[in-house]
């Protein structure tokens, strides 16, 4: 199980963060994720695992000027 906007999901083996961006069906272009402490940019989504039990924060992409 892990955390994500306060909702527990379902966890599997070798989950990456696009597995559950996927799993989601979320289509927002987040720029990065934490997981726990541990912030992951885009290019790394498909290479990056989430373990079991962990905190994931989906960080939007802010436009400011």
């Known amino acids: 199980m892990i955390r994500v906007a ?3 999901l379902p966890w599997y083996e070798g989950m ?3 597995d559950l961006l996927r ?3 979320e289509t927002h ?3 990065v994720v934490r997981i ?3 912030y992951v ?3 790394n989504f498909t290479r990056t695992v989430i373990p079991d039990e ?3 924060y989906l960080i939007p992409m802010i436009a400011g000027g």
């Open 16 to 18: 990456t963060v696009a």
């Open 6 to 8: 306060d909702e527990n």
């Open 36 to 38: 726990n402490t541990q």
């Open 23 to 25: 799993d989601m069906g």
């Open 29 to 31: 272009p987040y720029p």
């Open 54 to 56: 962990a905190v994931v």
């Open 41 to 43: 940019s885009r290019p």
